[in-house]
């Protein structure tokens, strides 16, 4: 049987790691966090499939595809964490567990880096951990999808 496919979705901006503002969001590529990714998905038994987006129904339709194909979603929407009803909607019907990551501490940011339209729908919320965030989120994931293995 094959592994089950995670999908880690990354919204706008996240191309631009490693050079956008390195004192809060690091000086790892997103590149680099796909690698990170891929590692540990294989770790873990489970498959990878990794996008960024730039655009608001980009990630929808990304999101949109996962149902029904993927087991559960790693999902850092950026600044539509706090803004995208349409994005929320999606997860929703996408019926799989969702973990929300952010790479800063959005909690010690602006006010409106506060609120997200997506932490009560999630199966975890990780913040502040920088990349290590998504491995993080990766092995919540396998907690969740992946059948219990004997101690």
């Known amino acids: 049987m094959d592994a089950p496919i995670v999908t880690v ?5 996240l191309n631009l790691l490693g050079t956008r503002e390195p004192a809060v969001y690091g000086t790892a590529t997103l590149a680099d966090v796909e690698r990170l990714c ?5 770790e873990l038994g489970l498959r990878l499939e990794f996008a960024q987006s730039n655009s608001e129904g980009g990630l929808v339709d990304l999101v ?4 029904g194909r993927s087991a ?3 999902l850092n929407a950026a600044g539509y964490t ?3 009803v349409a994005l929320r909607d999606a997860v929703v019907a996408a019926e799989l567990p969702m973990v929300e990551v952010h790479l800063s501490n959005v909690h010690a940011r602006e006010e ?6 997506l932490s009560d729908i ?7 951990c920088g990349v290590l965030g998504y491995q993080f989120a ?3 994931i396998a907690a969740l999808v992946l059948p219990a293995r004997p101690a």
Do not use: D, K, W
């Not at 949109?64 to 149902?67: F, G, S, T």
């Not at 409106?112 to 339209?117: D, E, G, I």
């Not at 999630?122 to 502040?128: L, R, T």
């Open 122 to 128: 999630a199966s975890g919320v990780i913040v502040g």
């Open 64 to 67: 949109q595809a996962c149902r």
């Open 9 to 13: 979705l990354n919204g706008p901006n």
């Open 82 to 84: 706090h803004t995208s």
């Open 72 to 74: 559960g979603l790693v």
């Open 112 to 117: 409106f880096r506060r609120h997200s339209y």
């Open 138 to 140: 990766l092995q919540r």
């Open 38 to 42: 891929a590692s540990t998905c294989a």
